[in-house]
Every structure is written in structure tokens, then in C-alpha cells.
């Protein structure tokens, strides 16, 4: 079996965080794999010994501007995002809605950009990773046998714009999602490529996780009650600006925690306003993107990802591997990932049940030790390194 995964560059954390356990496992299962960039980026700083890399080079052309806004004025999915937004002028998410739309409507120019198909018949199957160009990319410029698109996230919370993916993912054979939650959100939005939606979770590789949570590290000291959260920093899906309000909540109540946050992001700004005029500079405590984050979160007492919207995280996935007790916000695949009050905790998506559920856990070890108990009692290789329902879509 000869396989393409086509990503548009490589970067710490984020979809190549996802892509690499994958690839390890498929590299030692002896399936050979090309990845295919689209830009040179951080793969030259990491271990990619266990792939191919190769580089597109499909000849490009540039579309003029005159040329863009007649094609976004005549596409079909213009008009059908018209007639939405005159019938939700007065919805205060319309303005979120636009840029998502205009996005995908540019990303897809970008793809017409290219001057002609790239041939990758040569492989069984190929494989977009991420949604938006890649995906689109696939769909529309390329020669395979069996074309796979991936989208991560929940498609309906994410806002995504059905009216431009109906028609720039028609090209593909199957559209793969982290869990069925994710899954049945695609359907529901788009109900015309519902047949070609595939569950196929991330897969991990537990004792590279467990390995390199034994580094030492230097900005991270254990307190009274230390709550981690690896995440990108994002407020539009991370909720970011709960979290301090939360913590602002929590301290008020005199409770003693630090809760730490790995990673960056678009919002690290606005986060850090949030953390002065809360007061919350020696309590929520921002400590930049890790290249390893397993060592904060194994000597954490808890892991919390209160995010507004999710797909599958990862990084629940690798606290649970690691035996960190987790806290995780109600999205869509929740309780597909966590069983409440026995593998983890899950509190209502709102701040008022995320404030008391962490009240609860800060003042009640007791309930974290037990959940710890169970997470040993897992076979972490069997449940997080199963890679039968990705090769279950190549080769259907």
C-alpha cells in the first residue's frame, strides 16, 4: 500500500501534532507514506525519519483582483451566504460568518489558481490533512484513486460556511472526522456529502508521551493545587476570557491554585489584558508554546480544557495517558472521550457550572485520586494507538 498525506506545512503543535503519531505508527506497520508540503516551515527542526518528505510543485498563476470579485459575485455559494446574511442582519455573529465565508470563498480562488491537475494516481490512496486549502485542494486539483479529506473541528460551531464547502468538497471520495459527535455535525449542516462521512480518531503513541514526560523542566513548580491546560490560545474556541473570570471567581472564594497555560496564539494579547484587570498576573500564568508540554501536565493536579468547541482533543487524550485527572467543558464529543466522574470530569459548557465543578475538584482531592486509580487501570496502546479505522477508509 502506498499512501499521500498532503499538509500544507509542518508547525509545532496543531495539526502536526495529530499527523505525527500517525505517521510513526504507519512507518513501523510498514505502509510506506509520502507527506507532500506546500511551504517549508519547521519540518528541518524536527524527527521525520519515519516519513518521505516531497514539496508540490504545481505550476501557479496569479488571479487578478477584477477576475476575484467576479467569480465571488457569480459562485453560487455567494448568493446563498447573501440571502443568509439579509435574513440574520440583526445576529451579532453575522460579522464572524463574513469573514469565515470570505476566507473559504479566497481559499478556494487560491486553489483555481494553479494551472493544472496534480497527478497522484501513483498512490492507493491520498489523503488531505487539515480542512480548508488542503482539502479543497484535493477535491479540485488532484488525479487519485481514493481522495480523503479530513476536518477536525465541530463543524457547526466552528461556523464554518456549508454554502462553499457543498461544492469544494465534492471532489472528495470520503471526509474523515476525529469523532462521531464531529461527524454527525458535518451531516447535519450538509446533508447532500453526508454518505461520505467517515469517524476516524486520532491515534497517540503512549510510550513516546510517557518518555518524554520525565524531562525536567524549568518553569513549572508544584504548588498547592496546580490546573494545566495545553491549548492553543485562541479565545474564539478556548474561551479563554472565561478561564480568568473563572479563576477570578475561584480566588475571591480565597482558594489557593495556579493554573498554567501552554501555548500561543492569536489572543495571547488580549489574555494577558484580561489576567491585569482581573488582578490574576500571580494566578493564571501564561508560559508560551512548549515543545514538549507532557512534563507540565504529568506534575499538574489537573487537566482543563473548558474550551466552547472542540473535535477530539489530543491533548485530553495525552493527559489521560499520563494518569493527569481531567476537566473537560460539555462539547460535541465530550463524552466520547471522557467518562464522567470515572475516567475525568465534564461540566456544562457555561461559566457558572465550569466555576463550581473546579471548586469542587480544588476542595476534593479525594475525587481526583480515584479517577486517577482508573486511568492505570486503562490499556492505553489498545485504546489510544488503534490505527484499524484509518486503514479501514484507505483501503474502502
Same mark, same amino acid.
Given at each position: ?6 499538509? =500544507? ?5 496543531? *495539526? ?61 455559494? *455567494? ?16 460579522? =464572524? ?35 480548508? *486549502? ?15 479529506? =479530513?476536518?477536525?473541528?465541530?463543524? @457547526? ?19 474523515? *472526522? ?24 486520532n491515534t497517540l503513541v503512549v510510550d513516546e508521551i510517557i518518555e518524554k ?46 493554573? =498554567? ?75 466520547? @472521550?471522557?467518562q464522567d466522574n470515572v475516567t475525568g470530569f465534564i461540566a456544562e459548557n ?47
Open positions: 500500500m502506498k499512501i499521500c498525506i498532503l499538509s =500544507y506545512r509542518f508547525f509545532t503543535g496543531g *495539526f502536526t501534532a495529530s499527523l505525527l503519531p500517525l505517521l510513526k505508527h504507519l512507518n513501523s506497520a510498514g505502509i510506506s507514506v509520502d507527506l507532500m508540503l506546500f511551504e517549508k516551515n519547521d519540518e528541518m527542526k524536527m524527527d521525520t525519519s519515519f516519513v518521505n518528505i516531497i514539496y508540490n510543485t504545481t505550476p501557479k498563476r496569479n488571479m487578478s483582483k477584477i477576475e476575484k470579485a467576479v467569480r465571488l459575485f457569480f459562485t453560487p455559494h *455567494f448568493r446563498e451566504e447573501r440571502k443568509y446574511r439579509m435574513a440574520h442582519k440583526d445576529n451579532a455573529d453575522i460579522v =464572524y460568518r463574513n469573514d469565515v465565508f470570505f476566507g473559504q470563498t479566497l481559499t478556494r480562488f487560491s486553489v483555481m489558481e494553479y494551472k493544472q491537475k496534480c497527478d497522484l494516481s501513483e498512490y492507493d490512496c491520498v489523503i488531505a490533512w487539515e480542512e480548508g *486549502f488542503t482539502s479543497y485542494f484535493l477535491a479540485n486539483n488532484v488525479i487519485a484513486k481514493n481522495k480523503i479529506g =479530513y476536518i477536525h473541528p465541530d463543524y @457547526q460551531r466552528a461556523r464554518f460556511c456549508k454554502y462553499a464547502d457543498e461544492i469544494a468538497l465534492q471532489g472528495l471520495d470520503k471526509i474523515a *472526522f476525529v469523532s462521531n459527535a464531529t461527524k454527525k455535525s458535518f451531516q447535519e449542516a450538509i446533508p447532500s456529502l453526508a454518505d461520505k462521512a467517515v469517524c476516524i480518531p514526560s520525565k524531562e525536567q523542566t524549568q518553569t513549572f513548580e508544584k504548588g498547592e493545587f496546580d490546573i494545566i491546560s495545553v491549548c492553543r490560545l485562541d479565545n474564539v474556541s478556548k474561551a479563554l476570557d472565561r478561564a480568568v473570570r473563572v479563576s477570578a471567581r475561584l480566588k475571591a472564594d480565597g482558594l489557593n491554585f495556579k493554573w =498554567y497555560f501552554v501555548g500561543d496564539g492569536v489572543s495571547r494579547e488580549k489574555m494577558e489584558g484580561w489576567i491585569k484587570e482581573y488582578n490574576m498576573d500571580n494566578t493564571v500564568i501564561l508560559l508560551g508554546e512548549k515543545h514538549n508540554p507532557h512534563p507540565y501536565t504529568i506534575n499538574a493536579d489537573l487537566f482543563v480544557l473548558q474550551s466552547y468547541y472542540e473535535g477530539k482533543p489530543m491533548s485530553v487524550a495525552e493527559a489521560m495517558i499520563l494518569e493527569t485527572p481531567v476537566m473537560i467543558s460539555h462539547f460535541a464529543a465530550a463524552h466520547e @472521550q471522557v457555561n461559566e457558572d457550572a465550569i466555576y463550581e465543578k473546579l471548586k469542587e475538584l480544588i476542595t476534593n482531592k479525594d475525587k481526583l485520586e480515584t479517577v486517577r486509580e482508573n486511568l492505570s487501570k486503562i490499556d492505553k496502546h489498545q485504546v489510544f494507538e488503534d490505527i484499524t479505522p484509518f486503514l479501514d477508509a484507505v483501503e474502502n
